[in-house]
């Protein structure tokens, strides 16, 4: 099978430089061909509404839990998004190498790779879920933040990484060029950003935009996400919640039936009700509120 060689990734590193987390070419598990971590997002966005599968072709029960719990997070912050598991061929391929770092394939570009194939690797984990939120997010199209204004110290760039195997045109793939074209971005850098990388502050000229490790989604993360999928909404169904309540009893007659649903697909209908609900929550609570003020008149 012809793989094309400058299939679109972008890795994550734990903390600068990781010479196999971020190298700007690294070995496909599958393949001899080399795997390019040059970013380009630009028309890469998924479909609004399209549902977004995943699955693990290896890995233990504990790692594909803290991936689930990475992923309820997103689901948390991001109820428009459809993005569930499933134990037959999926849209994200997720393996556990730790020898290739953490990368994945970049918003549609998933769907190019042949399907006994991985677009995601997960090479290491950490309690915060960091890790599996950041190269989720790049599965999702968010790209480096990055790439939106670190005033690069150019020389002592190169010399810092010429020390882990990196050559000048590396660097510049990688760190330095910027194609307004090629990047769907703002204007200003988001700090607080997940997609941030903890960039040494020696690698600037101003000492800034840099020396951040950030472990959790920001504000302006979460804001593009759900710009990127927007909840849907049928008011033809339902004006108030009270209209709303015979429908959603003719559909859930039973805990059993609620518990069919994921916790962020709970949360929306406890939304819609009134009810106060949180991820944290145990699932089967949340279940039992929403059937009593189902059932209340």
């Not at 912050?77 to 970049?106: C, H, M």
């Not at 769907?111 to 989720?136: Q, S």
């Not at 910027?178 to 020696?202: A, G, T």
């Not at 518990?259 to 944290?280: H, M, N, P, T, W």
């Amino acid at each position: 099978m012809n793989i094309d060689k400058r299939r679109v990734v972008q890795a994550t590193s734990n903390h600068l430089p990781y010479k196999y987390h971020i190298k700007r070419e690294i070995e496909a598990p599958e393949h001899n061909s080399k795997v390019s971590l040059f970013i380009n997002v630009a028309g890469k966005y998924h479909k609004k509404r399209e549902r977004l599968t995943f699955s693990f072709l290896d890995g233990t029960q504990s790692q594909h839990e803290h991936v689930r719990a990475g992923v309820d997070k997103i689901l948390a912050a991001v109820p428009g998004l459809d993005l569930v598991e499933d134990d037959k061929q999926t849209d994200i391929r997720i393996r556990f190498n730790p020898r290739l770092g953490a990368w994945s394939y970049v918003g549609t570009d998933i769907f190019k790779v042949p399907p006994e194939e991985p677009t995601m690797n997960l090479g290491w984990l950490e309690p915060t879920h960091r890790v599996v939120v950041h190269e989720f997010l790049h599965a999702l199209n968010m790209s480096h933040e990055h790439l939106r204004g670190v005033n690069w110290d150019v020389e002592k760039t190169y010399a810092y990484f010429s020390r882990f195997g990196w050559s000048e045109e590396d660097v510049n793939h990688n760190l330095l060029d910027f194609n307004d074209q090629d990047h769907d971005v703002s204007n200003e850098i988001d700090l607080k950003s997940i997609m941030l990388y903890p960039i040494p502050c020696e690698l600037t000229k101003d000492g800034l935009n840099c020396g951040r490790s950030n472990t959790k989604m920001s504000d302006l993360d979460i804001k593009r996400l759900n710009e990127m999928f927007p909840i849907a909404k049928n008011t033809e169904i339902a004006e108030t919640v009270e209209d709303a309540k015979p429908f959603l009893k003719k559909l859930f007659k039973s805990k059993k039936t609620l518990l069919k649903l994921r916790e962020v697909e709970l949360i929306l209908i406890a939304d819609e009700l009134g009810i106060s609900a949180k991820v944290e929550d145990l699932k089967s609570d949340t279940a039992d509120k929403i059937l009593k003020t189902l059932k209340s008149n």
